[in-house]
C-alpha cells in the first residue's frame, strides 16, 4: 500500500488506525533487514570499500549541481552490531553545503581535509583539518565550503535507536543523609577495605548511598563544566597525556599517550560521547587489552594491529574498527612512527548494554 504523506487530516478514524498500524509493520519488516545486517558482526572497514552516495543520488533536498558525497563507515544498515552511533564521512566540494540547516541528537566531526566553515546554534566557527567540533542535541547546525579546496570529515552521530538522546540525570542525595566523618566509622571503613561480602544488607545499601553521593558531587561538577557550551577544539589545543591512568590505573603501565577532545570535562555540553585521540610511539607501544561500551576507532596516521574479540585486523590511515559494547580490544604499533586514531566512546553513565530493537507484530 502506499503511505502519502500530508493526508492524514482528512482521514477518518478507521483510516488513521489502519495506515498507522500499515506504518508499524512496514518498519518491523525494514528493521528485520537491519538485523540481518547486523549480524554480519562487522568490526573493520579499508577506506577502499569506502560506498560513496552522490548529491544526486540524496534524499535531502540540496544542491544538486555541486556534487557533495558521502559514505556510511559503521552503521547497522552496514553490517555492523551497533546501537548507539553511526558513523559517515562526508565530502564537500568548493562552495557546497551540507545543505539546509537541521538538528538531531549529539554528533561530533573530526575534519580531515581542507577548511570549512560551520554554524551551530548561531556561532560561527573557521575550521580546518585536524580540528574537532561538538554539535549539541537538538541544535541547529550546518556546514559550508566557500574555499577552494574540498573539505572532508568524518562525523560521528547519534543513532537514537533504543538509546536516550539525552542522559537519564543521577539525582543528588539529600544533604541531610551525609554524615561527618562518615569515611572514618565502621562502615566507611569497611567500604574502603570493600568487604562487601560480609557486609549487612543495610550497610551494603548505606555503601552504594555512600557512592551514589560522591556521584552526584561529580555530576555537578560535570554539569557546571558543561554550562560552557563549547562547540569546538583547534588541533592545537590537544594536550597530551599518559593513557594508563585513564584506562583506571591499569598496571600495565603502556606508554601509549591520550588527547581527550569532547568531553564535559572540557566544556563541552555532552551526555552520550567521549571522543579522544590515542597515540601509540612506536617503540612497540599498544593499549592493553579492556572492554567498555561501544567504541570507533578512525586511524589517521600509522601503521598497526587491532585486536577486537578475538580477531586480528591490520590498520593504516583511513581505516575505521568498530568495538561492539563488552568486547575485549587492544591495539599495537607494528611501524616505526607513532601510530594514532581519533576513538569515540559511549559517554560515561550510559547504559553499556545494547537495547535490542522491538518488534512490531
Ligand atoms: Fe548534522
Ligand atoms: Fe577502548
Redesign the pocket.
Known amino acids: 500500500m502506499a503511505i502519502e504523506s500530508g493526508t492524514q487530516t482528512e482521514m477518518d478514524h478507521w483510516q488513521l488506525g489502519r495506515e498507522y498500524g500499515e506504518v508499524q509493520r512496514l518498519m518491523a519488516e525494514l528493521a528485520e533487514e537491519v538485523e540481518r545486517r547486523r549480524s554480519q558482526n562487522r568490526h573493520h572497514l579499508k577506506q577502499a570499500d569506502w560506498e560513496w552516495l552522490t548529491a544526486k543520488q540524496h534524499m535531502f533536498k540540496i544542491d544538486k549541481t555541486i556534487l557533495r558525497r558521502d559514505a556510511r563507515l559503521v552503521a547497522a544498515e552496514a553490517g555492523f552490531n551497533v546501537y548507539n552511533l553511526f558513523a559517515f564521512v562526508l565530502e564537500i566540494p568548493p562552495g557546497g553545503t551540507e545543505g539546509a540547516y537541521h538538528m538531531h541528537g549529539e554528533a561530533i566531526k573530526l575534519y580531515l581535509q581542507g577548511r570549512g566553515q560551520e554554524i551551530i546554534a548561531g556561532h560561527e566557527y573557521e575550521v580546518e583539518a585536524g580540528d574537532v567540533l561538538f554539535v549539541p542535541a537538538h541544535t541547529w547546525h550546518g556546514t559550508q565550503n566557500p574555499y577552494g579546496d574540498t573539505e572532508r570529515f568524518v562525523a560521528i552521530a547519534h543513532t537514537g535507536q533504543g538509546a536516550p538522546i539525552f542522559h537519564q540525570p543521577i539525582f543528588r542525595t539529600r544533604e541531610d543523609l551525609r554524615v561527618p566523618g562518615f569515611e572514618e566509622s565502621p562502615i566507611g571503613q569497611a567500604i574502603a577495605r570493600k568487604d562487601y561480602g560480609t557486609m549487612q544488607p543495610f550497610e551494603l545499601s548505606r555503601a552504594r548511598q555512600y557512592f551514589l553521593e560522591k556521584l552526584g558531587d561529580l555530576e555537578t561538577q560535570m554539569e557546571e563544566r558543561r554550562g560552557q557550551d563549547r562547540h569546538l577544539l583547534k588541533r592545537s589545543e590537544l594536550e597530551w597525556g599518559p593513557l594508563w591512568p585513564e584506562l583506571g590505573n591499569d598496571p600495565r603501565r603502556t606508554s601509549a599517550l591520550i588527547a581527550k577532545t569532547v568531553c564535559p570535562e572540557l566544556g563541552f555540553n555532552v551526555h552520550n560521547f567521549f571522543a579522544a585521540f590515542v597515540q601509540l610511539p612506536p617503540d612497540g607501544a599498544g ?1 592493553p587489552s ?1 572492554a ?1 561500551g561501544e ?1 570507533m576507532q578512525f586511524y589517521t596516521q600509522g601503521r598497526g594491529r587491532a585486536f577486537v574479540g578475538t580477531a586480528v585486523y591490520e590498520v593504516e590511515p583511513g581505516d575505521t574498527v568498530f ?1 561492539p559494547a563488552n568486547t575485549w ?1 587492544g591495539v599495537e604499533n607494528t611501524s616505526t612512527e607513532p601510530l594514532i586514531y581519533f ?1 569515540t ?1 559511549q559517554g560515561r553513565g550510559n547504559p553499556v548494554a545494547h537495547v535490542p530493537i522491538s518488534r512490531v507484530g
Open positions: 593499549v579492556h567498555h567504541e568495538i580490544h576513538s566512546m
